[in-house]
């Protein structure tokens, strides 16, 4: 009989840690991953045939759910026609065009096939642009495992303990600097010390990847002006933060206008297609156009394009999508909240748009270092607790929990019935 357990053991013949990226093998929170047979909206149904809701969401991009029949069609009318040309299409002009409605601020970009690839094709064209070296990052960002994104990263780095990652050699390791999210001091005083030399300051502008941090006011704008002053350029990974809570991302509700921006995730709508852009005298430096080289076999295959131009036409066009979809997450995240009020379980819930994290602390989590005092013991017991009621949240307390549109009352109801019991065995 296939059991979670046999494909689980199976799969560590052939991958480490019987998985093809880290978070999924459940290190964290110990036990068996569920192995997925298939996905419809909300749900998804492992090989045991036990279903779950899910709040992964394939780690964001789903914001559709699962097997979005309109998405299908898309796809499947792509792929009949061919799957890769290694040339250039009409399809994807008419994805930058959804792309740069969205986000002005990418006047020119160029399309990619992972979040990965986004940043690091960013910073390698913010060194060309400013022909400086150093890069700084927060604490706990995640921007894909990139050698000079690697120091003091968030996501399954965070999740694993990771502290520095060997094979990252010392000269890619010392060029990036780190300084606290939502702390400007140190970000100024980073600059006093190696202002020349800084090529940029790449940031998620709403932390997903230590869990759900939201910046203080202020902090974006302060961003924005210091490293105009310096003459650095701002990077905006909005990798996961893009389309998640609206038609755009965390600039369009802010008003602060970064020189380059990554996609990814809900971009592609489940397959794999990311982007980066910016402004056009910068963005005009990569190859063929200038010197700065960036290629790909698959960028911008017409699979890719099809289910992203299905995805962002979706959420431009349906009236109140976001609405709804905040909603939901409101009363999802507002009823965890009551929840362990009533079981005097000190929780903060931390939320962007559709994206959510319950911590297990009583302090504000506005940093990594905060994050890191939350009860991983607690989480790891409250998760447990949840799968064994079907709902499947990230194995991780550093992580973010993601809603659909197929996350309705329905969904949300049963969600909180399982989280009272799972807050009662604590
Ligand atoms: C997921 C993520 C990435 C990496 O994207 P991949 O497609 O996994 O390579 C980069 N930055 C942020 C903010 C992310 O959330």
Redesign the pocket.
């Known amino acids: 009989m296939t059991t979670n357990q046999s494909c689980f053991e199976e799969a560590k013949a052939f991958f480490p840690g019987g998985v093809n990226?880290p978070v999924r093998a459940f290190k964290a929170v110990g036990g068996t991953p569920p192995f997925i047979a298939n996905g419809k909206g909300a749900c998804l149904l492992d090989v045991e045939g036990r279903s779950f809701i899910d709040y992964v969401g394939s780690?964001?991009p789903l914001i559709l759910g699962h097997a979005d029949p309109a998405i299908i069609q898309a796809v499947t009318e792509a792929i009949a026609g061919g799957m890769t040309f290694g040339a250039p299409t009409p399809g994807e002009t008419e994805l930058a065009k959804l792309i740069q409605q969205a986000f002005p601020s990418m006047e020119k970009m160029r399309l990619v096939s992972?979040?990965?690839?986004?940043?690091m094709a960013a910073i390698r064209l913010a060194r060309g642009y400013t022909k400086r070296t150093l890069l700084v990052k927060c604490d706990g960002?995640?921007?894909?495992?990139a050698d000079s994104l690697l120091v003091s990263a968030g996501?399954g780095v965070a999740t694993l303990g990771i502290p520095g990652c060997p094979g990252v050699v010392p000269g890619t390791a010392s060029s990036t600097l780190t300084v606290p999210f939502n702390d400007i001091k140190a970000l100024e005083a980073v600059f006093a010390a190696h202002g020349k030399d800084i090529a940029a300051f790449i940031v998620?502008p709403v932390?997903?990847?230590m869990g759900v941090v939201t910046p203080n006011p202020g902090y974006l704008a302060a961003v924005r002006e210091l490293t105009a002053r310096e003459n650095a350029l701002l990077i905006f990974?909005?990798?996961?933060?893009g389309f998640r809570s609206c038609f755009g991302g965390v600039q369009t509700g802010c008003g602060v206008k970064p020189d380059l921006t990554?996609l990814?995730?809900i971009v592609g709508g489940g397959l794999?297609l990311?982007v980066y852009g910016g402004k056009r005298e910068i963005m005009n430096l990569i190859a063929p156009d200038g010197p700065v080289y960036q290629a790909g076999t698959l960028s911008g295959n017409p699979v890719a394009v099809a289910a992203g131009r299905a995805t962002l036409t979706r959420l431009r066009d349906e009236k109140d999508l976001y609405k709804k979809l905040i909603a939901s997450t409101n009363l999802l995240a507002d009823g965890l909240l009551k929840l362990a009020k009533n079981h005097h379980i000190p929780v903060i819930v931390n939320r962007f748009g559709s994206m959510f994290t319950l911590f297990f602390t009583s302090e504000p989590v506005t940093s990594y270092a905060d994050a890191k005092k939350a009860d991983t013991a607690r989480f790891v017991k409250w998760f447990q607790e949840m799968l064994g009621r079907g709902v499947y949240l990230p194995p991780s307390q550093f992580e973010a929990a993601f809603v659909s549109v197929c996350h309705g009352e329905p969904e949300i109801d049963t969600t909180l019935n399982a989280a009272h019991g799972a807050f009662s065995a604590l």
């Open positions: 990226s780690w964001g992972s979040g990965t690839e986004a940043t960002c995640y921007h894909g495992h996501s998620e932390c997903g990847n990974d909005e990798v996961m933060t990554c990814g995730k794999p990311a």
